[in-house]
């Protein structure tokens, strides 16, 4: 973390093995930005689980129901797509369906770089501490990397909110 990063673009997510912290990039999508903090915020987040988590690829939250189709009551987002950011390690995405404008809450981290997904997903923060927590979550089997007994998000709130 340094000292010109914006708490307010600050997430702090606790997981199983512990803290994780998300540096939002409301720079190239203040759409995503907003929603993730709002939701934070709300505690929308707490006790999800990692829903679905593939080796080599990536872990996906974000869905209260733990299906992989659920959401929030709000509505779905416009695509924030861009082609200066990357799919790298750590690299927070927002998940969608086929429908580019349908990003709602759900979320995605990077384990590895994924060139395939730049300019297809939107970019919405990036990890800047703890993803040696997030390289722990329980992986799901198969192709669909679904998993059974997930780990869940313990808790995800804004920085500027804590000790508030």
Do not use: C, W
């Not at 919405?124 to 669909?144: L, P, Q, T």
């Not at 059974?148 to 920085?159: F, H, L, Q, V």
Request: charged share 25%.
């Amino acid at each position: 973390m340094t000292a010109d990063t914006d708490k307010n673009d600050l997430i702090y997510m606790d997981v199983p093995e512990g803290r994780v912290v998300i540096r939002l990039r409301p720079d190239i999508a203040p759409l995503a930005a907003e929603r993730i903090r709002t939701l934070s915020a709300q505690g929308f987040y707490d006790n999800v689980p990692f829903h679905r988590v593939i080796s080599g690829f990536m872990a996906q939250a974000g869905d209260p129901t733990g299906t992989g189709t659920g959401g929030s009551d709000l509505p779905d987002l416009k695509a924030e797509f861009t082609r200066d950011a990357k799919f790298l390690r750590g690299t927070l995405g927002m998940a969608r369906t086929s429908d580019p404008n349908s990003a709602n809450s759900q979320f995605f981290i990077m384990f590895e770089p994924s060139p395939h997904l730049d300019g297809q997903y939107t970019i919405v923060g990036d990890v800047i501490e703890g993803m040696e927590h997030i390289d722990k979550i329980k992986r799901g089997a198969g192709g669909s990397g679904m998993v059974k007994d997930p780990d869940r998000i313990k808790s995800m709130r804004p920085a500027s909110a804590e000790n508030a």
